[in-house]
């Protein structure tokens, strides 16, 4: 525990180094004037563990209590004794998850905190709590955390593009940035998404009577492409796989509009020539989709980028549109926040923690377990 | 250039075959002579600009980004040019309408070793991400877009109505890019003067047998020996001057690289046969001929020192006559082109030259036992050819069979496991394995023996890419090793004796054959039980 021994006789955070870190010993806070700087939190491969208040960020098991970033399965989960989130938030997690709803015998297994974008909570041991939009998908937010005149901010996911469906990232100055990476390697920029939607609104006009089915995660990603499709001025109806149907009414629930949107299973082949179906990754080779009139197969997503990841799922039309951070943004954002230390939670994390040494920054990896490569 | 960047990038993400042909028809109808022969000998692979290699691209790159980055990205993408399209920094002198392609090939064609790292730069600062991969593509060769020459031609033989067997006919006497070629397919004229020009013709192949028996009065047998497959050609110009050429099964030229073959064959002819180096562990003495290691030593070179030529001689063990002195035999059944041959012998050098002997058995099931035997020997298997077949360019049904001995077998244990390239640049599908050195009950080591790629279903190459990322132990780079949990049978045709391995072992085509799951690892073969089928 040299690196731990080392920080408890110094309160410069330049000396708070590497691994050791992650596992102070228990002396760090029954003494804490002698605390290294951020013994408060601790990343653990399933999670953030906030120490003070005894809750996770985003955490991969069932806790007592969760702050959640968004409602992607692999941030999101059922069974938290409590989940502080955003009303967006929770409305999908208790879609998925039933997290805010009363079982039969009346009781609720999972309570739900709502907290706005901008509002602060206070949690146990002294830790204040605030959301800030992430632009990443409906509801998705960084977490603030304070405690004596520290800041940590947790991004979950994050983009900085614009997107119709959700509210804009908003960047917060803090001491420990601990970000995603998904898109972390340097050959990731994500084009304008105005050249995305030509590509296929132009395969859409080639081939009046064929359609083209548009592979995309079903929480974000297919709302995004068909919001994007309306603000294209595509104002015809669209088709959906059955699995994206709840999403999409949830989020008109909340003011997004979708334009009108048709189930494949209640339509006929004819009826869907010249259409654009969306359907969910999975989808896209399956036998279902045999049902489709000649469909050109497309794919939303990030790592459409690389042609060997088009070519490994049969996509014809790749189309490079990612609901997180490219390599250029996410490094821009560490500029822009300026921290002291960052940490990398998921993705390319090597490549960006390269970027970091080269300009001086200090940062780590911190190596959590069952992230997805989410955007597939 | 924007229309050949254009075909290349709608190629990749083409899965139709027949899309494809009808997308590389179009271009060929197209566009004009002669950008689009260019193209054709682009996508069959026939281009060559010595001066551009795929470590001048790297070096290029490591000038511009971060090394560290440059190799994080290249692993990731599986494909040097699309890494390096992507990393190339965007330019302000990006064209709308860059140079055409045949002003690009001879761009790419006047460069050598010292100009090259100069002028590249300038060639790629005017083209989009799409140009600059199609760019460094054309220049480093190897497409790898999913069009082998094959479809290629076929396509050329699609867009202007003509047969692609007479395609194949006069392709290897013409040159890029192809002009008397698209004269004849797409206006009309004469058929290309290929006369007096060594030109290849394609191979006849065979099918396995697996479990099909054949009736020895119909089917003849004889060895399939383990060198490499190769036509000797020979032709006489109008003038009188005799050229041969060698080439590969694919109808590459490799004459180069046995000088010793160019000037042996005394008549105008198109044989058959196998490539072998002089030894003795194939067929003992008699047989004359070394291990298929021996042989590889002396593949792939440019040039060919006087000692390797004095160490490693090749000859030619001949299996068929497709010509003999302008007698075109390919129509005529095996059995008189067999007579041809045997008729043709006296005339070769037997140091260059001798016969694949016939093998004679008194019914199927006799053969089986001495394929059986041949174990001992570093022979292959057997051929079953039909005794009344013409010799056909492919693979056709019920013609020629190939009866390989049965694999050798060892268990061994998952170490390290390296990323793919192409369709599986994300998945660890490289697999290095190892075998005991000791009792592993008693402090024995696993040394790595060999390395895998092939013979698991795509299933299976998900769940072994989940278990790598799973069991991770550590990480260089595109290679991680990891927790020794499974056992793989593995499959191998012979394994050698070689100085390059720790082991001091190299299997020759180690291939999955089996996961073991269930298999714990200690049970996994010792290294001594691979020393015992070391055949040298
Ligand atoms: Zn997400
Ligand atoms: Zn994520």
């Not at chain 1, 590509?199 to 009577?209: C, M, S, T, V, Y």
């Not at chain 2, 000797?232 to 060698?246: M, Y």
């Amino acid at each position: 525990m040299a690196a731990t021994a080392k920080a408890e006789h110094s309160t410069d955070r330049n000396h708070h180094e590497g691994r050791g870190a992650g596992k102070p010993g228990r002396a760090l806070y029954v003494v804490p004037f002698v605390t290294a700087p951020f013994s408060w939190i601790r990343p653990e491969p399933w999670g953030v563990h906030v120490v003070p208040a005894d809750c996770w960020i985003d955490p991969g098991r069932a806790v007592d209590r969760a702050l959640v970033t968004h409602g992607h399965a692999d941030h999101a989960r059922g069974g938290h004794g409590e989940t502080v989130a955003t009303p967006e938030t929770l409305a999908i997690m208790a879609l998925r998850y039933r997290t805010g709803i009363e079982d039969e015998s009346g009781e609720m297994p999972s309570k739900a905190t709502p907290i706005e974008y901008g509002e602060t909570i206070r949690l146990a041991g002294g830790v204040d709590a605030t959301y800030i939009p992430a632009g990443h998908v409906l509801g998705s937010a960084q977490i603030l955390l304070e405690h004596a005149g520290e800041r940590v901010v947790i991004t979950g996911d994050y983009k900085r593009r614009p997107d119709p469906t959700c509210a804009p990232f908003e960047v917060a100055p803090c001491d420990i940035f601990i970000t995603e990476a998904t898109f972390g390697l340097p050959v990731f920029t994500h084009p304008p998404i105005e050249e995305e939607m030509a590509k296929l609104l132009g395969a859409l006009g080639e081939n009046p009577e064929q359609c083209v089915l548009v592979g995309a995660y079903a929480l974000g990603k297919a709302q995004r492409v068909i919001a994007e499709l309306r603000a294209a001025g595509h104002h015809a109806p669209i088709y959906l796989h059955g699995a994206m149907e709840k999403m999409c009414r949830l989020y008109e629930e909340h003011g997004v509009d979708l334009g009108e949107l048709r189930l494949v299973s209640d339509h006929t082949k004819d009826d869907m020539r010249g259409s654009v179906v969306v359907a969910p990754p999975s989808a896209l080779n399956d036998r279902w989709s045999r049902r489709l009139p000649d469909p050109t197969t497309a794919m939303a997503s990030g790592w459409m980028r690389v042609r060997q990841r088009a070519r490994q799922r049969n996509v014809e039309l790749p189309l490079v549109i990612s609901d997180h951070a490219d390599w250029n943004e996410l490094t821009a954002t560490i500029d822009e926040v300026n921290p002291a230390e960052t940490w990398i939670t998921h993705g390319r994390e090597e490549a960006l923690l390269r970027w970091c040494q080269l300009g001086q920054r200090r940062a780590r990896a911190l190596a959590m377990v069952g992230r997805e490569d989410e955007d597939e | 250039m924007k229309a050949f960047s254009t075909l290349l990038d709608t190629l990749v993400y083409t899965t139709s075959r027949n899309r494809k042909l009808a997308l590389i028809a179009a271009y060929l109808r197209e566009t004009p002579d002669p950008d689009r022969g260019w193209a054709l000998a682009a996508l069959t692979g026939e281009l060559d600009f010595p001066a551009v290699k795929s470590s001048t691209i790297r070096n290029l790159m490591k000038e511009r980004v971060d090394p560290v980055l440059w190799t994080l990205s290249r692993d990731f993408v599986g494909d040097t040019a699309e890494t390096a399209s992507l990393l190339w920094p965007e330019s302000d002198a990006v064209e709308d309408d860059p140079a055409n392609l045949s002003e690009t090939v001879d761009a790419l064609a006047g460069l050598n070793r010292t100009t090259a790292p100069k002028e590249l730069p300038r060639l790629l600062d005017r083209l989009d991400a799409n140009g600059r991969f199609a760019l460094i593509k054309l220049a480093t060769g190897g497409m790898r877009i999913g069009v082998s020459a094959r479809l290629a031609k076929t396509a050329f033989a699609q867009a202007f109505d003509v047969s692609v067997d007479e395609v194949e006919e006069y392709w290897h006497a013409l040159e890029p890019p192809y002009s008397d070629l698209f004269a004849w397919a797409a206006d009309g004229s004469e058929p290309p003067d290929v006369t007096g020009r060594p030109r290849f013709r394609p191979f006849m192949l065979a099918h396995p047998l697996e479990e099909t028996v054949v009736d020895l009065e119909d089917y003849a047998a004889e060895w399939k020996w383990d060198g490499i497959r190769i036509q000797l050609v020979r032709v006489t110009d109008a003038e009188g001057s005799a050229q041969t050429r060698l080439y590969s099964r694919s109808g590459d030229d490799i004459s180069a690289t046995f000088p010793e073959l160019l000037d042996v064959l005394p008549v105008d002819a198109v044989l058959d046969g196998e490539l072998l180096v002089r030894g003795t562990a194939q067929g003992g003495e008699e047989g004359g001929a070394a291990s298929f290691n021996a042989l590889q030593q002396r593949l792939g070179r440019k040039t060919v020192s006087k000692k390797m030529l004095a160490e490693a001689p090749a000859f030619v063990r001949l299996y068929d006559a497709l010509i003999v002195d302008d007698n075109d035999l390919r129509e005529h059944a095996w059995t008189h082109r067999r007579d041809a041959l045997e008729a043709l012998m006296p005339r070769l050098p037997d140091s260059h030259f001798d016969i694949s002997q016939l093998v004679e058995a008194r019914d199927f099931d006799h053969l089986a036992e001495i394929r059986e035997g041949a174990r001992d020997d570093a022979i292959e298997g057997l051929m079953l050819k039909r005794r009344d077949s013409p010799y056909i360019a492919g693979r056709k049904v019920g013609l020629w069979y190939k009866w390989k001995r049965d694999p050798l077998l060892i268990d061994a244990v998952l170490m390290y496991a390296q990323r793919g390239s192409g369709k599986r640049s994300s998945f660890y599908s490289d697999y290095t394995f190892g075998c005991w050195d000791g009792d592993p009950d008693a402090g024995g080591e696993l040394l790595p023996v060999g390395k895998a790629y092939s013979g698991f279903t795509d299933a299976e190459l998900k769940k072994l890419d989940r278990l790598v990322r799973r069991t991770t132990l550590n990480r260089f780079g595109p290679v991680r090793e990891v927790e020794r949990t499974l056992v793989f049978e593995v499959a191998f045709d012979s394994v050698h004796s070689s100085k390059r391995h720790k082991s001091g072992l190299a299997m020759r085509f180690p291939r999955i054959h089996r996961i073991r799951w269930d298999k714990p690892v200690h049970e996994a073969d010792r290294i001594d039980a691979l020393k015992a089928l070391v055949k040298d």
